[in-house]
């Protein structure tokens, strides 16, 4: 039974769809100032939906991951599980994540919960086996859970505050996949699968890189000064922009090597950061 549960665990991705359904909160207490129920299945709902989104995405790539060392022993290429066993748990999941939305929130909450996983599965994971510009259209699927939350609320989802928060997930997720495909790329490579450093030399990966992080703070600069209020908070999060800037910075142009992993981590949590801290300003607003 621990082997079956460390099975979902890993097809589904928890440790990704647990951020996914965070966003989704945070656009949901970004409307109503306050946390309820309503709020919690909302986050269940999506975490679900995301959750069968990963297992198709294993089941999809089955035959990629297999090639490459990093992925080799995911758990349908090392036969812990059939692929058609996998794609079942992903209907399972799907169908209870519907559910949940469908009984507890507006039903544009689950329309665009499919539109996420629409634009996950069937834009950017085919997508990326041809182009190693997938990244940009797959980016959605960062910008729509916070909207989900937010129309899930009853909000218009062309909110100008809404619009600003999704803009900075979808702009993030770009450096965000950049960064994995500069960690990995030469398994990419082995697998037959376009990767940036096919494309350009290691010079221009790393401006390229550091243009679209410098983008990225600047719609967090636009979030924290539009839509935060607290002043604490709007500090913090300078704060911790500051460090994030001046090391990848140092890292880009100070140090012979561009230190990928450690700035991927550290993007990372200033998504993170920016969730939590636009769910407590949401809250101390109220």
């Not at 299945?41 to 990093?70: K, P, Y």
């Not at 995911?74 to 799907?94: D, Q």
């Not at 909110?159 to 450096?175: H, K, M």
Request: charged share 10%; hydrophobic share 55%; aromatic share 14%.
């Amino acid at each position: 039974m621990k082997e079956q549960i460390k099975i979902v665990y890993e097809l589904a991705k928890v440790r990704i769809s647990l951020p996914i359904a965070l966003s989704a909160v945070t656009g949901y207490v970004l409307f109503t100032r306050h946390m309820d129920a309503q709020g919690w299945l909302l986050g269940l709902g999506v975490f679900f939906m995301s959750c069968s989104s990963s297992v198709i995405n294993h089941w999809q790539e089955r035959r990629t991951d297999a090639q490459m060392i990093r992925t080799k022993n995911r758990p349908i290429p090392s036969g812990r599980i059939s692929a058609g066993n996998a794609f079942l748990i992903a209907v399972v999941l799907a169908v209870l994540g519907s559910g949940i939305l469908y009984v507890s929130n507006p039903v544009m909450a689950l329309i665009l919960s499919w539109l996420t996983l629409f634009f996950y599965n069937a834009v950017y994971t085919p997508l990326k086996k041809v182009s190693a510009f997938a990244v940009i259209p797959g980016s959605m699927v960062g910008a729509l859970p916070p909207i989900i939350g937010w129309t899930g609320a009853g909000g218009d989802p062309t909110a100008e505050i809404i619009l600003l928060v999704a803009s900075f997930f979808f702009i993030g997720q770009i450096p965000h996949f950049w960064l994995l495909l500069l960690m990995f790329g030469e398994q990419y490579k082995e697998a037959k699968m376009p990767s940036l450093n096919q494309i350009f030399e290691e010079a221009q990966i790393k401006r390229v890189t550091y243009a679209w992080v410098l983008t990225t703070v600047a719609s967090a600069f636009l979030v924290i000064f539009f839509v935060i209020g607290n002043q604490l908070i709007m500090f913090l999060l300078l704060f911790y922009i500051f460090y994030l800037l001046s090391s990848i910075s140092m890292s880009v142009f100070a140090q012979k090597e561009f230190k990928v992993r450690a700035s991927f981590y550290k993007l990372n949590f200033l998504y993170l950061f920016m969730m939590i801290f636009l769910i407590v300003d949401s809250l101390v607003k109220s």
